[in-house]
């Protein structure tokens, strides 16, 4: 039977075409990421003039990413020979955790796409933000450490409620949980660090779980921001969860001062930390609103204002915010 005769010969057929066609050209959908299906050194001349991602040496590396509806898109990155630098597979590699001895093995691994007037590109960021989430959802041991650290957290808010009523227990809960803060942090941030290769600045969380008063609030700023990080959220893109978090820190103080008529202790707890979390929040937010937009807050202006002023900087903040984003 003749090729032409052949329906299974035919649907291969027009199963080749549709590769080609989606391989190398623009495409109407865009698409957040996929898996590499094929990969092959081209001369840079070959790259499409418009393409978005300036190829400056001889050579590129074309790799075809599938994406979850079957179809495959190209994108391009530098591919350096002798006498020529770039970083781009290096920060290919990296995203993907892996050595240059490993590359064979990129074949399949999923990676995150950044579409662009129809072309799309591999985001490195993302990519690694999107494998560290991966790594730790399958990781339980993760789940233990980071129960320590809200353990430790909890401990400290205990500690204040009773502070009036039992006065001596609740101190010993204050010191346990200022020395418990610190310490799970260290434990829980080296853990994340050896299972998903994000740092997250263990130092600087440490040193802040040693500053009394502030160490709950500090911990629970980690444990948000730990979230952040390991939910896939890359530098470049907003974050949602740091925008709710600053509209807790806006509102804890007024829900606090209605629990007071219920009890004192828990009212006073709810402001106090609530006010405490608040210029954590900013801060955070507004690193994650300066890596997608093109407004450039002063982080530590505004949380330093979000300490002192409370809801009148943090609203003034979200009104900023509001502007930059629309």
């Known amino acids: 039977m003749s090729k032409h005769g052949d329906p299974d010969a035919q649907v291969d057929e027009f199963l ?18 996929g898996n590499v299906a094929e990969a092959a050194k081209i001369p840079a001349s070959e790259v499409p003039d418009d393409y978005p991602v300036p190829i400056e040496t001889r050579r590129a590396l074309q790799l075809n990413v599938e994406t979850p509806d079957g179809e495959t898109v190209a ?10 630098e770039s970083d781009h597979i290096d920060q290919l590699l990296d995203a993907l955790g892996r050595s240059h ?8 691994d999923r990676v995150a796409l950044a ?17 560290g989430a991966e790594r730790a959802s399958g990781d339980d041991s993760l789940d233990t450490s980071r129960n320590l650290v809200a353990g430790a957290v909890a401990l400290g808010a205990l500690g204040f409620v009773l502070t009036q009523p039992l006065a001596t227990v609740g101190a010993w ?17 080296n853990r994340v ?3 998903t290769g994000w740092s997250p600045e263990t130092t600087r969380w440490v040193v802040g779980g040693f500053v009394p008063i502030f160490n709950v609030s500090v911990g629970l700023a980690y444990l948000v921001d730990r979230h952040v990080r390991l939910s896939g959220t890359a530098p470049g893109e907003v974050s949602e969860t740091w925008f709710k978090g600053v509209l807790v820190g806006l ?16 009212g006073a707890l709810v402001f106090f930390y609530g006010a405490l979390f608040l210029p954590f929040a900013v801060y955070f937010d507004a690193e994650y609103v300066e890596d997608a937009t093109d407004w450039d807050p002063n982080e530590e202006l505004w949380a330093v204002a ?14 900023r915010r509001s502007q930059a984003l629309d």
């Open 101 to 108: 001895d490993e590359f064979a093995n990129v074949y399949g």
């Open 16 to 33: 080749e075409l549709e590769q080609e066609l989606s391989s190398g050209h623009k495409t109407r959908r865009t698409y957040e990421q």
């Open 75 to 84: 994108t391009y990155l530098e591919w350096p020979e002798e006498g020529e």
């Open 193 to 195: 660090e050896d299972a």
């Open 251 to 266: 509102l804890a103080p007024l829900v606090g001062t209605g629990l007071v008529l219920v009890s004192t202790a828990v």
């Open 306 to 319: 979000s300490l002192f002023l409370g809801p009148l900087a943090g609203g003034a903040y979200l009104l």
């Open 115 to 131: 579409a662009e007037d129809g072309w799309h590109g591999i985001d490195a960021e993302k990519t690694a933000a999107m494998r």
């Open 173 to 189: 809960l204050a010191i346990l949980s200022w020395a418990a803060v610190p310490a799970t942090i260290y434990y829980d941030a």
